[in-house]
Each structure stands twice: as C-alpha cells, then as structure tokens.
C-alpha cells in the first residue's frame, strides 16, 4: 500500500481544512487508517484513527470535537477534516496504515506498528 498525504497549507486561526490520503492497491478496505503529525522538535503523534469499515474511530484528546476523519473505499481515500483550527495544530501531519487492527490499538501504540506511512503535508495556523 502506498499512501499520498495532501490538502495541507496555511490557514488562519479559528479556519478548517481537509487533508485526503490516497491510497494505492486493492486492499485498501482490509487496512485501518491513522493521521499523525509531528510539530518542530516533538515527536510525532497521534491524532486518529478509523477503522477498516469506517464504523469505529477514535480521536486525540486534543483535537477531539474539532477533527473528523472518514474514509470513502471505493475511492481509496481517508479524510481528516479539521475544523477550529488552532497555532498549536501547526505540524506535518501523516497518514498511515494498519491491517485489520482495532483503532484503539493505533491510538496506544503510537508511532510504532503501523505497517505503512505516507509522506507529510504541512499544516501552518497563523494566529
């Protein structure tokens, strides 16, 4: 599987934007999907998660309420829509996938366990 992060950008505080992540293979709906991101000099983190069938996610307590992620299978996509975007959403965010694993097991582990990643893009919220 490979993945392709876009939609990021700068926006002003208080803004939305919807980042997608295309995927590549036909066993795209066999795989959860996680968005991360990772702010200058900190780790990355995580910020969601869906599962395979879309009818479980699972949300960072810090963008719980603001963010929302979907995903379409039939187009190969996931989606994080953010919404009340603050300074501190500022980071690369990341897409990444999983096989068949519950979406709390994405939270816990974190960067580690996700079998796929794809490249950044930059999100920036002026303030």
């Known amino acids: 599987v490979q993945l392709q992060a876009s939609g990021g950008g700068l926006v002003q505080a208080g803004g939305s934007l919807r980042l997608s992540c295309a995927a590549s293979?036909?066993?795209?709906?066999?795989?959860?999907m996680g968005w991360f991101r990772q702010a200058p000099g900190k780790e990355r983190e995580f910020v969601a998660a869906i599962s395979w069938s879309g009818g479980s996610t699972y949300y960072a307590d810090s963008v719980k309420g603001r963010f929302t992620i979907s995903r379409d299978n039939a187009k190969n996509t996931v989606y994080l829509q953010m919404n009340s975007l603050k300074p501190e959403d500022t980071a690369v965010y990341y897409c990444a996938a999983r096989f068949l694993v519950d979406v709390v097991i994405i939270a816990t582990a974190g960067n580690y366990g996700m079998d796929y990643w794809g490249k950044g893009t930059q999100v920036t919220v002026s303030s």
């Open positions: 293979g036909r066993t795209f709906s066999s795989y959860s």
